[in-house]
């Protein structure tokens, strides 16, 4: 491990990081809302850190190895953390503690969407901007970019990127130069972003609303420009294109490329972890809509069927955008929703939780556990599609459940114990470590209640749930410092 | 240029290596081993596929539409062959198809790769061994040299050697080389010293230990080597260690001209090659034996070779050798690390197959018109053939003396073919329309420019 390595990349990720304040500053002078000042020194001041962590190192030009790769993406999450804090304490029209600056900042790179803030209606158009766009920034993720935009990178790309995205599998690259994988996300990406923009437009949203919520929408993120979320605007059009656009961002990034290189859609359908991510869609919104019809939640079934269909996509894909408050929902949907979040949408793709392919796997692998016992000499192998999977894979996929759960289970219980009731501690926790960013009971819609200690636990679960544990958990294991 | 390489054994690893490394190549590497495959990509930066690479469907994946160089080299010939078939007849005409062919039994009959209408589409084989014996068959005919390197189908050779005293030009400038080789002609196109690269001007000074390349016309470089070290005699004993492919092949082409020995540890493998050896002495047994090696008088051999597939045996049992009073042994070594490590101690000469294979395959991925790449130093340095194309007064090199062509630092041209006639590059040398220049690149990197000045405006097809 070489730490004057990590230090010189961290600086330069530091640097190209700042750039992302000068947007806002734009917005700001376009709205005239008199808030570019806090923006432009968060500017000038990041720039200036990042170059002087850069500038000592600069020559230590060496390949990164698997360690640096760890190391360097969970401390630029940290430091983003940080980084992205900077302008919302430096402004003005808001007041908010390093902890709820932090807590938002985070919130909005991991694409978990949970606020702290309230009044959104009223804030500057600048800082709603700013909150949108840094959910956008992490949706792909920031490294992916950064991997995309500084070829001196090189093999070291690879490293970088298997610890920033999300899946089992991440050995599969989508062209043979990594730089060029990371362009061809990006691209992809930011082709779905304007494809959904243009379309909120032409639904009825300002162009503000539009390019916001297009940030917040692709990238599963969840922030809105105002209190009520997409429930604001009360228009089907709109709320049916984010269904649609949350949904793409929940799939897999290589099936998008691979339909955009063959012009041909068949790839999506031939897919064993899409096909689930379909089907489970279909399911829970029946399953939803059936419950609100028989309990007299909503008299007009195309209502129950509107609702349900939008918080089913919404809560899957970890977004978190509501139209209607599910907390006050009978029986067991809000519960069965919050559950729904820990499965998520596809690996590689901009959504949170613990991914379908995951479930799928351990689902497969329960079936063959039956098999096994019905004709014991059998050789069953786990397959997805029609390959078998690696036994590997399958170790790693339960190495992975056992301390997503662990986590979840230790982080509920130290929230509880800063003082939060159960049902809050529950949900907040589900809500952080699956970057849902809604939860029940006092974070329904808001964080803002919770205490400092609270938030602090929710930001670790947030970075957990987005670097899936493991990138983090290294870090703390003696074999990773061992030399 | 996008590059698909079939097979992920140890030549398929080099190339993809060697070919990662230059920045427009998108290589993707197909083989059906993923551990390989994974090992790969964790250390370059390439993109791979884990599928039989003869398979439409994997080709398909690998990108085999849009592809400009496909290079099979697995270790079946069969597969190879059908997979350059099917990649010309179901995707892609114009991709260059390269692919490894061993048995003789296929690369003898012209109807199967080089007629018109030939029975599959392959348009270079290559073969390691054959192209490993023709290496050491080369360094047994110039004994004392580490490199004999054929340019222009064997007119000019590219000789690396030794200085060492005794050598009549050592200890004197490089200028006094015309004065002693009256009448011929010869140029130094690079010197190590100490493993640094030493610029060759007129007035430096060639000592003792250097390792001098230069380029001369075949028939006069034992005249330039004695100017280097005292000439060696001709070498007349040799004992090979190792029965393989390459012993194998080595062994029947050096039999005819020298006398002979070949060790081989099989019992049932030695009784066969001693079949269809006609005067070679098959000996069964180990070739770390040292009792075997003094009963054959090992300490009166000329060269020992260790040809096993074990390049830790091959070490030990050069090693071995060269104690027990052999005068000069190879060893068979593929990593660089472990060449490295050798070659400079009791191994004279370190043999790497891939270093040797490599340049065939790098000949092809070359802008401009290159015909010839030997890759030399571990991958440091390069030796190429190039062709200047293009019109009197529009090329870069074309109608220009040598020492007006604006060549990258440490680039030398070490002489220039016409038609049948060889001309050793002199500063005013004039460069004419397809002449075939010779270059001796001490840093590979500065290749691009290299390739600039003999790339004219793109023609259709290579």
Known sequence: MNLLIVQRILGLLLMLFSLTMLPPVGVSLYFQDGNWQPFADAFLALLAIGALVWWPVRKRIRELRVRDGFLVVALFWAVLGVAGAVPLLLSREVEMSVTDAVFEAVSGFTTTGATVLTGLDDMPASLLYYRNQIEWFGGIGIVVLAVALLPMLGVGGMQLLRAETPGPVKDTKLTPRITETAKVLWLIYVGLTAACAAAFWLAGMTPFDAITHSFSTVSTGGHSTHDASIGYFNNIAIELIAVIFMFVGGVNFSLHFLAWRQRNFINYFRDPEFKAYVWLLVVSTVLYATVLCLTKKFDDPGTALRISLFQAVSMQTSSGFVTDNFSHWPGALPVLMMLSTFIGGCAGSTSGGMKVVRWLLMWKQGQREVTQLVHPSAEVPVKLGRKAIDKRVIDAVWGFFAVYVASYGALMVLLIAVGEDQITAFSAIAACINNTGTGLGEVASNFKTLNDSGKWICVLAMLLGRLEVFPLLVLISPTFWRR | MKIIILGAGQVGRTAAYSLAREEDN????????????????????????????????????????????????????????????????????????????????????????????????????????????????????????????????????????????????????????????????????????????????????????????????????????????????????????????????????????????????????????????????????????????????????????????????????????????????????????????????????????????????????????????????????????????????????????????????????????????????????LIQRDDHVILFLTDRRHIEIVEKLFDVPRRTGR
């Open chain 2, 26 to 429: 998108q290589v993707t590497v197909v083989d059906v081993n993923d551990d390989l495959l994974r090992d790969l990509q964790d250390r370059i930066d390439i993109r791979t596929l884990v599928g039989n690479g003869a398979y439409p469907s994997t080709l398909e994946a690998a990108g085999a539409k849009d592809c400009d160089i496909f290079i099979a080299l697995t270790n079946s010939d069969e597969v190879n062959m059908v997979a350059c078939q099917v990649m010309r007849n179901m995707f892609n005409k114009d991709a260059t198809r390269i692919a490894r062919i061993r048995a003789a039994e296929y690369t003898r009959h012209d109807k199967l790769f080089r007629d018109e209408d030939r029975a599959f589409a392959v348009d270079v084989t290559i073969s390691p061994e054959q192209l490993v014996t023709d290496h050491v068959v080369r360094l047994i005919e110039y004994p004392g040299a580490l490199q004999v390197l054929d340019f222009a189908d064997g007119r000019v050779r590219l000789v690396g050697v030794k200085a060492l005293q005794g050598g009549a030009l050592v200890g004197q400038q490089l200028k006094q080389l015309p004065t002693h080789i009256e009448g011929r002609d010869a140029r130094v196109a690079a010197i190590y010293r100490n493993g640094r690269s030493v610029k060759p001007h007129g007035e430096t000074v060639i000592e003792h230990g250097d390792e001098v390349f230069f380029v001369a016309a075949r028939e006069d470089i034992r005249l330039v080597m004695n100017e280097m070290q005292r000439l060696e005699d001709p070498v007349r004993r040799i004992v090979i260690a190792g029965g393989g492919n390459i012993g194998f092949q080595l062994a029947q082409q050096l039999e005819v001209k020298h006398q002979v020995k070949l060790i081989e540890r099989d019992q049932r493998r030695a009784r066969r090659i001693s079949e269809q050896l006609n005067n070679t002495i098959v000996l069964n047994g180990d070739a770390a034996d040292e009792e075997l090696l003094l009963e054959e008088n090992i300490d009166s051999a000329d060269v020992f070779i260790a040809m096993t597939n074990a390049e830790e045996a091959n070490i030990l049992s050069a090693m071995l050798a060269k104690r027990l009073g052999c005068h000069k042994v190879m060893a068979l070594i593929n990593r660089p690390a472990y060449a490295e490590l050798m070659e400079s101690g009791t191994i004279d000469v370190a043999l790497s197959p891939q270093q040797v294979t490599i340049g065939s395959l790098l000949a092809h991925v070359r802008r401009g018109d290159v015909v010839r790449v030997h890759s030399l130093r571990r991958g440091a340095a390069e030796a190429i053939e190039a062709i200047a194309h293009g019109i009197q007064g529009e090329g870069r090199v074309i109608g220009k003396r040598v020492e007006d062509i604006p060549l990258p630092e440490g680039t030398t041209i070490g002489a220039v073919v016409r038609g049948d006639e060889v001309l050793i590059a002199h500063h005013d040398t």
